[in-house]
């Protein structure tokens, strides 16, 4: 840490690259949420209905991951950048 | 139908192409042609060994059974690639900077590079992934089966057994650069995971369009078929979910190909989506073959082999030879990809930590250690799948594919609360990781692992049904009375809930060395601080030594390499550089990269004796920087004060000097003064001597002129000793408290009686003030002013007005008079002695007055100051009032 004061606030570009690292966070989470949701209504429901919802499900969370880690990918997290609960925002 | 010959040509002429594969692939990898071999493509192919044997013919017979229960297993590996931003880059980038070589170097370098940690996640791998690679030979067997009924499957499984080792110690330990990627072997297994996605999504094709008529029918035929309805067993479904995740990031051989194979960290980014991609098009077409398989098939036959069976009850051949392969294929990667991890973590944990011990001369002394680890490495493979075709053989052996994977995951899964809190939570330490991992592997064998051996193997039917010697609280199946659930959820729920409380508590209660903090640190700081902590003291160790015991782990090429360079950074030539701590790490760091974490501290600790940083050494480093930056302050402080004298020195010595030249100054001036009226009194003394005809009044003029000469000498005389005495401080003072009206009449008469005549205006209301002081020197002052002004005043009528004010307990008298005043630049030397402004010596001043009057001032705690700007020559006087005695 060095004693420079942080900004209070990005530059929009940085804002946005933050936020979309939240959502690689919670991506899992919704992930989870999504694919446990079935267990409330599924007992009794068609077998292909079930298949219908788990594979839309799955290729939308598929889609949303490629759209977050593609300019993720670039991302150097260097020197806590990304881990820093500190910084600003 | 095929025959059995034709089916082992296939296979063997597939193994001989995958061998082809990885021997050009390892020949471009060593003509530096690695671009391609190093893509995220072949980074998410290789991720998918996740889909074994077990995937390609258990997920079709999982769901046969329980419907759309199977895809739980790719769900909880989608959400853990989904979310790599939180917990896999972290563990590939601490992979990387560190050189982790297995899931149990990973944890044993976490907790202080404990050799006891490694061993002990190793037996649990060891002991996790048996039944999985006993599920591939059954897999490879019961496929067998199918084509050649008349085969004994121990047999086959057997041969299996020996050709997958044969292959996997001529692929995973060809290469004597231990701690190189596999690229031949990761290329292998990408072509094989193309292969095996290829064969399942041909089959599904077949099976909607080519058997069931497409889409609409085979949902109709699915609506029909047993598992028509979703029997949704929630707790199951939840736990099958976290289970999978957790296996994912915990198998040694998902471990092996997710970090250590790892070449390049955005590959990861890239595999976030792709791998869950692959997941999803592999459990596409499971529904499908399943419901098609039971409709289709005889109620006898194996779901788990529909894959195989109902392209070949529809007489396609060749497409059930692709499915053969498929399933081949996913079965050889997952046994080859896992029996190097193991054999990695073997050889690395437990063969050469003994062998070190067994070295009493200490490692330097010893034999080559690369053959040693790779020799352990072979045996560890021969060793594993020996196991696991054991356990294939000895176990249920008929058991469904499914629920032995599922006790595998379980298993493995025990890893996870050391390996998440290990790179999160600092506090995390090696006595709760050992403890936790322990009782969740204790409980997991006695709860899911022993019994799925079978009710009589080990656990008797007794124990099972009631418990160890008839105690129904330890059921092995219902733990602590907890009845009534789904075995596999029940010893996940115990086995990972003993296991994280073990672990929090064991933490929260030991405290840990100084290297498993450093570790600790760095782990969970990875971001921040990407190389590794100092873990190494000043050595006294020759370099030769440590060059001598790398040569032997590293080859010696490589190590000399790796000696030169730190030299020349050293900036050193020849191949010895200096035993700098920073050389130390990075020697073990490259090390652990061939025999892991602990071994190679290790051993670098035998030959260095040990001198690892301790808090005692952290201590006294802090103690003697601690006094460092005190003497420096010290230091400053001296040289500070040094200056600060040398500053005043040099002040004293230009006040001496200018005290010098005051002083001579003052010799000239007064021997001028007193040379004065002593040549006119000897001159007219000699007149008088020698003249006899002088008139009476000549005589009486010229006895006056030598009196008044006497007696201006004896003024001066007196003037001098009144200021030497001032300024010596010794003249004494008499106080007396009277009132200044008085003084001034008496400084008034004494002045008047001088010579020339001055009109004086005073004010006697403003002067009735009590002063307390002594009225004589006071006087003496009041004297001296007044009778310069009457001296010097030019002006034609010659006026002094005397203004006294009270201000607070200051006395405030100013005498003004009508003159021309004092030149600006002459105000500052009227208070010097013998100031005389232009020659008045006729006015018969000594030039000491003012001089004399601001010494008695200063002593009498006032001032006397020339006061510009009054339109004549004009002073102030200020003196201390009496104490509350204004009248």
């Given at each position: 840490m060095n004693d420079r004061p942080e900004p209070m606030f990005l530059a929009r570009e940085t804002y946005r690259r933050r936020r979309l690292m939240d959502a690689a966070r919670f991506l899992p989470f919704l992930g989870f949420f999504i694919f446990v949701v079935p267990t409330l209504w599924a007992d009794g429901a068609g077998t292909a209905i079930g298949l219908v919802y788990l594979f839309a499900a799955w290729a939308i969370l598929i889609v949303m991951a490629y759209l977050i880690a593609r300019p993720l990918r670039d991302v150097d997290p260097q020197a806590g950048e990304a881990d820093d609960p500190d910084r600003a925002d | 139908m095929l025959s059995f010959n034709l089916l082992l040509a296939v296979c063997l002429a597939y193994v001989l192409f995958l061998f082809l594969v990885a021997f050009l692939t390892e020949k471009r990898a060593r003509a530096g042609k690695t671009a391609w071999l190093r893509s995220p493509l072949v980074y998410t192919?290789?991720?998918?060994?996740?889909?074994?044997?077990?995937?390609?013919?258990?997920?079709?017979?999982?769901a046969a059974r329980s419907g759309l229960e199977f895809v739980t297993i790719y769900l909880g590996p989608t959400i853990v690639m989904i979310g790599?931003?939180?917990?896999?880059?972290?563990?590939?980038?601490?992979?990387?900077?560190?050189?982790?070589?297995?899931?149990?170097?990973?944890?044993?370098?976490?907790?202080?590079?404990?050799?006891?940690?490694?061993?002990?996640?190793t037996i649990l791998a060891v002991v996790g992934t048996t039944p999985y690679i006993a599920l591939q030979l059954q897999s490879v067997t019961l496929a067998f089966g199918v084509f050649a009924p008349e085969g004994d499957a121990v047999a086959t499984g057997f041969w299996v057994a020996i050709g997958l080792a044969v292959f996997t110690v001529i692929f995973g330990t060809r290469n004597l650069d231990v701690n190189e990627r596999h690229d031949g072997v990761v290329i292998a297994i990408a072509v094989e995971a193309v292969v095996k996605l290829v064969a399942l999504c041909a089959v599904g094709v077949f099976v909607v369009w080519g058997v069931a008529g497409g889409i609409a029918d085979a949902t109709r035929i699915l609506d029909a078929s047993p598992i028509g309805g979703w029997e949704m067993q929630a707790e199951r479904w939840v736990t099958l979910t976290f289970l999978a995740g957790a296996a994912f990031l915990c198998l040694p051989r998902m471990f092996h190909v997710l970090v250590v194979e790892s070449s390049d960290e955005r590959h990861l980014a890239t595999a976030s989506w792709a791998v869950p991609t692959y997941l999803l098009l592999i459990s596409l077409f499971v529904i499908p073959i399943a419901t098609v398989g039971l409709a289709v098939m005889p109620e006898t036959a194996n779901p788990d082999l529909f894959v195989l069976t109902v392209p070949l009850a529809f007489g396609q051949e060749g497409l059930a030879m692709l499915a053969f392969m498929g399933g081949f294929s996913a079965a050889t990667s997952m046994v080859i990809v896992a029996s190097i991890a193991l054999s990695t973590m073997v050889s690395n944990h437990i063969v050469l930590p003994i062998w070190l011990s067994a070295q009493s001369g200490g490692a330097k002394l010893s034999g080559d250690v690369r053959n040693v680890v790779l020799?352990?490495?072979?045996?560890?493979?021969?060793?594993?799948?020996?196991?696991?075709?054991?356990?294939?053989?000895?176990?249920?052996?008929?058991?469904?594919?499914?629920?032995?994977?599922?006790?595998?995951?379980?298993?493995?899964?025990?890893?996870?609360?050391?390996?998440?809190?290990?790179?999160?939570?600092?506090?995390?330490?090696?006595?709760?990781?050992?403890?936790?991992?322990?009782v969740g592997f204790l409980v997991w064998l006695y709860t899911l692992y022993?019994?799925?051996?079978?009710?009589?193997?080990?656990?008797?039917?007794?124990?099972?049904?009631?418990?160890?010697?008839?105690?129904?609280?330890?059921?092995?199946?219902?733990?602590?009375?907890?009845?009534?659930?789904?075995?596999?959820?029940?010893?996940?729920?115990?086995?990972?809930?003993?296991?994280?409380?073990a672990f929090f508590i064991g933490s929260l209660l030991s405290f840990p060395r100084p290297l498993e903090r450093l570790q600790g640190a760095t782990f969970v700081n990875i971001y921040r601080y990407s190389d590794s902590a100092r873990g190494w003291g000043q050595s006294f160790v020759e370099a030769e030594d440590l060059l001598v015991m790398a040569q032997r782990i590293l080859g010696a090429a490589d190590a000399q390499a790796l000696f030169v360079a730190a030299a020349a950074e050293q900036g050193k030539g020849g191949y010895l550089p200096d035993v700098t701590p920073e050389f130390l790490e990075r020697l073990e760091r490259q090390l652990s990269g061939s025999v892991g974490a602990a071994t190679a501290h290790a051993m670098l600790g035998q030959?260095?004796?040990?001198?690892?940083?301790?808090?005692?050494?952290?201590?006294?480093?802090?103690?003697?920087?601690?006094?460092?930056?005190?003497?420096?302050?010290?230091?400053?402080?001296?040289?500070?004060?040094?200056?600060?004298?040398?500053?005043?020195?040099?002040?004293?010595?230009?006040?001496?000097?200018?005290?010098?030249?005051?002083?001579?100054?003052?010799?000239?001036?007064?021997?001028?003064?007193?040379?004065?009226?002593?040549?006119?009194?000897?001159?007219?003394?000699?007149?008088?001597?020698?003249?006899?005809?002088?008139?009476?009044?000549?005589?009486?003029?010229?006895?006056?002129i030598i009196h008044d000469e006497s007696r201006r000498l004896t003024r001066l005389l007196d003037d001098l000793l009144?200021?030497?005495?001032?300024?010596?401080?010794?003249?004494?003072?008499?106080?007396?408290?009277?009132?200044?009206?008085?003084?001034?009449?008496?400084?008034?008469?004494?002045?008047?009686?001088?010579?020339?005549?001055?009109?004086?205006?005073?004010?006697?209301?403003?002067?009735?003030?009590?002063?307390?002081?002594?009225?004589?020197?006071?006087?003496?002052?009041?004297?001296?002013?007044?009778?310069?002004?009457?001296?010097?005043?030019?002006?034609?009528?010659p006026k002094l007005k005397i203004e006294v004010l009270q201000s607070g307990d200051r006395v405030r008298i100013d005498l003004v008079d009508n003159g021309s005043g004092i030149p600006k630049d002459s105000q500052d030397l009227i208070f010097e002695k013998f100031a005389r402004l232009g020659d008045q010596r006729a006015a018969g001043g000594t030039g000491l007055g003012l001089a004399i009057s601001r010494e008695i001032m200063a002593r009498l705690s006032g001032s006397i100051d020339y006061l510009p700007g009054q339109g004549g020559a004009a002073f102030r006087i200020e003196l201390p009032a009496a104490q509350a005695e204004a009248a």
């Open positions: - | 192919l290789s991720i998918s060994i996740y889909c074994t044997a077990w995937t390609f013919y258990g997920a079709v017979g999982y790599w931003w939180l917990v896999l880059r972290k563990l590939v980038r601490i992979g990387r900077t560190q050189r982790i070589t297995s899931i149990a170097d990973m944890i044993s370098s976490r907790y202080g590079k404990s050799t006891l940690m490694g061993v002990l996640v020799l352990s490495r072979r045996l560890s493979i021969a060793g594993v799948l020996a196991l696991g075709y054991l356990y294939f053989r000895f176990s249920g052996g008929g058991a469904a594919l499914a629920a032995m994977g599922l006790i595998a995951f379980v298993g493995v899964a025990q890893v996870l609360p050391a390996l998440v809190g290990g790179i999160f939570w600092r506090g995390a330490t090696r006595v709760g990781a050992g403890l936790g991992v322990a022993l019994p799925s051996l079978g009710p009589s193997s080990v656990l008797s039917a007794a124990t099972l049904a009631d418990g160890p010697f008839g105690i129904a609280l330890l059921r092995p199946q219902a733990l602590f009375g907890v009845q009534d659930m789904d075995p596999l959820v029940h010893a996940v729920f115990w086995s990972l809930a003993l296991n994280t409380l030959i260095t004796g040990g001198v690892t940083v301790s808090v005692e050494d952290l201590m006294r480093v802090a103690d003697e920087t601690a006094q460092m930056m005190e003497q420096q302050s010290q230091l400053q402080a001296k040289s500070r004060e040094l200056e600060r004298t040398a500053r005043q020195l040099r002040d004293a010595n230009e006040k001496l000097t200018q005290l010098s030249i005051q002083k001579d100054g003052f010799l000239s001036q007064i021997s001028h003064e007193l040379r004065t009226p002593m040549t006119s009194i000897r001159a007219f003394s000699e007149i008088l001597m020698e003249d006899k005809e002088l008139s009476d009044a000549d005589r009486r003029k010229y006895s006056s009144d200021l030497s005495v001032l300024e010596n401080g010794q003249v004494r003072l008499d106080y007396d408290t009277s009132m200044l009206d008085e003084i001034l009449d008496r400084a008034v008469q004494a002045a008047e009686s001088g010579a020339q005549e001055i009109e004086i205006a005073r004010r006697a209301s403003d002067e009735r003030i009590a002063v307390h002081t002594d009225p004589d020197r006071l006087a003496q002052v009041l004297i001296n002013v007044i009778s310069n002004a009457a001296k010097y005043c030019d002006a034609d009528h």
